[in-house]
T-cell receptor, first 112, second 115 residues
Framework: GDSVTQMEGPVTLSEEAFLTINCTYT??????LFWYVQYPGEGLQLLLK?????DKGSNKGFEATYRKETTSFHLEKGSVQVSDSAVYFC???????????FGTGTRLLVSP | GAGVSQSPSNKVTEKGKDVELRCDPI?????LYWYRQSLGQGLEFLIY????????KSGLPSDRFSAERTGGSVSTLTIQRTQQEDSAVYLC?????????????FGPGTRLTVL
């Protein structure tokens, strides 16, 4: 079945450092790919998405490119802030299905 | 407008009791989803409703779990004879329509603790 694999955390960075959180997927169809973020004490929020190969999703300085050849959707940000500290979930929705399949989440801790 | 709301925010119950969790989706959203977030299993799909169609129950872990959606709006997730492994955060989400890439908006969740 479909699955999403994320790098384990926590990822600990200093403010203004470069961020990469790896995400790879397995799917039978042509999935849409998502990054969700969960800030402390808050619900899940969509951060960005890409619906087809080579699409780049971007929001709040975060980017991720849908790479079909490597089945990856890595999340990147050039300069993180303390306020980016949160748990980040990679997810997919496969063709013909409505449910989201999530990775296990990666906790990001950014220190001043 | 308001986002997805869920109640209660926290629920503590004793093993063997039944619990009901409520979800109010965003007005006008025709699709509604339940997920479960637990330490051992991460985020798992439970069930999804779309309009008047039969729900997709493929994620329900056992027949102790059931859900209904009344009038195409509010949904209730019921867990009968709760077990300690049911302890988790139960998340509800809604979306405008069932289309590829359409955003699911999540509620704050109900934290269920089974003693």
């Amino acid at each position: 079945g479909d699955s999403v694999t994320q790098m384990e955390g926590p990822v600990t960075l200093s403010e203004e450092a470069f961020l990469t959180i790896n995400c790879t997927y397995t799917a039978t169809g042509y999935p849409s790919l998502f990054w969700y973020v969960q800030y402390p004490g808050e619900g899940l929020q969509l951060l960005l998405k890409a619906t087809k190969a080579d699409d780049k999703g971007s929001n709040k300085g975060f980017e991720a490119t849908y790479r079909k050849e490597t089945t990856s959707f890595h999340l990147e940000k050039g300069s993180v802030q303390v306020s980016d500290s949160a748990v980040y979930f990679c997810a997919l929705r496969d063709t013909g299905f409505q449910k989201l399949v999530f990775g296990t989440g990666t906790r990001l801790l950014v220190s001043p | 407008g308001a986002g997805v709301s869920q109640s209660p925010s926290n629920k503590v119950t004793e093993k063997g009791k039944d619990v009901e969790l409520r979800c109010d989706p965003i007005s006008g959203h025709t699709a509604l989803y339940w997920y479960r977030q637990s330490l051992g299993q991460g985020l798992e799909f439970l069930i999804y409703f779309q309009g008047n169609s039969a729900p997709d129950k493929s994620g329900l872990p056992s027949d102790r779990f059931s859900a209904e959606r009344t009038g195409g709006s509010v949904s209730t997730l019921t867990i009968q004879r709760t077990q300690q492994e049911d302890s988790a955060v139960y998340l509800c989400a809604s979306s405008l329509a069932v289309q590829g890439g359409n955003e699911q908006f999540f509620g704050p969740g109900t934290r269920l603790t089974v003693l």
